[in-house]
């Protein structure tokens, strides 16, 4: 089933995407695969970190819930921070690429080892930052990538990818988390987990072809043919 998914995903979006997204082509390409990637990592692991805390550490659902506020606030501050940063795109995409990828192998230990809700939301505390760092960047990066001409294809592109990745990293994790519903306890949540982090580590390897480049004037937008 999970490979299922992942197929009529790739059939599907091919086409609505530049040339050499999906193989992750330097600039503009790697720069749109990255927004997938990203957003696959980060709400592929938020989706379960309440039910986490609320299953392992009893908490109330309002009190599960806090760690969802504390990874919107730490991007919103890392969005403000990274718009005073005189850093070359490439390399403020790793930064915040790497920062997600740490806090979601916080999530794993927690799961694993037991660490308690408080090193979770510390873990996501960090993860929103790296996606403040990041987020931002990658649309202005589309723009600057992109003529006059092509900036409405590409900025829907990204929104594609965005959305099909969150989706599919959600989709995916719950199959994983459904078919370890015998064995219970962490082992469900470690099981969602590693979808996402997987994703993680494709985002971390995928922004080094990011922001290469960026041309004065983009070229020509082309699809990938089915």
């Given at each position: 089933?999970?490979?299922a998914?992942a197929?009529?995903?790739?059939?599907?979006?091919?086409p609505?995407?530049?040339?050499?997204?999906?193989v992750a082509?330097?600039?503009?390409?790697?720069?749109?695969l990255m927004?997938?990637?990203?957003?696959?990592?980060?709400?592929?692991?938020?989706?379960?970190?309440?039910?986490?805390l609320?299953?392992s550490?009893e908490?109330?659902p309002?009190?599960?819930g806090?760690?969802?506020?504390?990874?919107?606030?730490?991007?919103?501050?890392?969005?403000?921070?990274?718009a005073?940063?005189s850093?070359?795109?490439?390399?403020?995409?790793?930064?915040?690429?790497?920062l997600v990828?740490?806090g979601?192998?916080?999530?794993?230990a927690?799961?694993?080892l037991?660490?308690?809700?408080?090193?979770?939301?510390a873990?996501?505390?960090?993860?929103?930052?790296?996606?403040?760092?990041?987020?931002?960047?990658?649309?202005t990066?589309?723009?600057?990538?992109?003529?006059r001409?092509?900036?409405?294809?590409n900025?829907?592109?990204l929104s594609?990818?965005?959305?099909?990745?969150a989706?599919c990293?959600t989709a995916?994790?719950?199959?994983?988390?459904?078919?370890?519903?015998g064995?219970?306890?962490?082992?469900q949540?470690?099981?969602?987990?590693?979808?996402?982090?997987v994703?993680?580590?494709?985002?971390?390897?995928?922004?080094?072809?990011a922001?290469r480049?960026?041309?004065?004037?983009?070229?020509?937008?082309e699809?990938?043919?089915?």
């Amino acid at each position: 089933e999970v490979v299922a998914v992942a197929e009529r995903a790739h059939l599907a979006v091919r086409p609505l995407l530049p040339r050499r997204t999906l193989v992750a082509g330097a600039g503009l390409p790697a720069t749109i695969l990255m927004r997938g990637t990203i957003a696959a990592a980060y709400f592929g692991t938020e989706v379960y970190l309440p039910k986490m805390l609320q299953d392992s550490y009893e908490l109330s659902p309002s009190m599960s819930g806090l760690i969802l506020t504390v990874g919107a606030l730490s991007w919103s501050s890392g969005s403000a921070i990274q718009a005073r940063m005189s850093v070359p795109a490439q390399r403020l995409l790793t930064i915040g690429s790497s920062l997600v990828l740490a806090g979601i192998c916080v999530q794993v230990a927690t799961a694993a080892l037991d660490l308690g809700p408080w090193v979770a939301m510390a873990g996501w505390l960090v993860a929103g930052g790296g996606m403040g760092l990041a987020f931002p960047r990658i649309s202005t990066l589309v723009l600057a990538y992109s003529s006059r001409a092509d900036q409405g294809a590409n900025s829907s592109a990204l929104s594609i990818s965005d959305a099909v990745g969150a989706s599919c990293a959600t989709a995916i994790a719950g199959l994983v988390f459904v078919s370890l519903d015998g064995v219970g306890g962490s082992q469900q949540y470690l099981g969602g987990f590693a979808v996402a982090l997987v994703a993680a580590v494709a985002t971390v390897l995928v922004s080094r072809r990011a922001g290469r480049n960026v041309p004065e004037a983009a070229p020509v937008w082309e699809t990938e043919q089915p």
